[in-house]
């Protein structure tokens, strides 16, 4: 019974991660980021942020101009570890140190 309930949990925490790299995905893309560069961005913050601060980058709203006015709107959350995350997703996604 207490593997069970351990396999449970851990496929509970699975779908969360996936819940949360979807969503982070789509609101790259719809910022103007390119699917692949968004789906290597999200798979890195997922991981990074916790749900909170995903909830407030989402809440930003989404369709800016430019990468530049995305990292400007995340700036004015004051939350420099999503800032963090970010900047540092896309400067390792976009160089290809990670995928």
Excluded: W
């Amino acid at each position: 019974m207490r593997k069970a309930v351990v396999l449970l949990a851990l496929l509970a925490g699975a779908c969360v991660q996936d819940i949360k790299q979807n969503r982070v995905e789509v609101a790259l893309v719809n910022a103007g980021l390119s699917q692949p560069l968004s789906e290597c961005m999200a798979r890195r913050m997922a991981e990074k942020l916790s749900i909170g601060q995903l909830r407030r980058l989402q809440a930003l709203g989404v369709e800016k101009r430019t990468y530049g006015d995305y990292i400007n709107a995340v700036r004015n959350v004051h939350d420099n570890d999503a800032l963090e995350v970010l900047l540092s997703s896309f400067a390792l996604c976009k160089s290809g140190i990670i995928r």
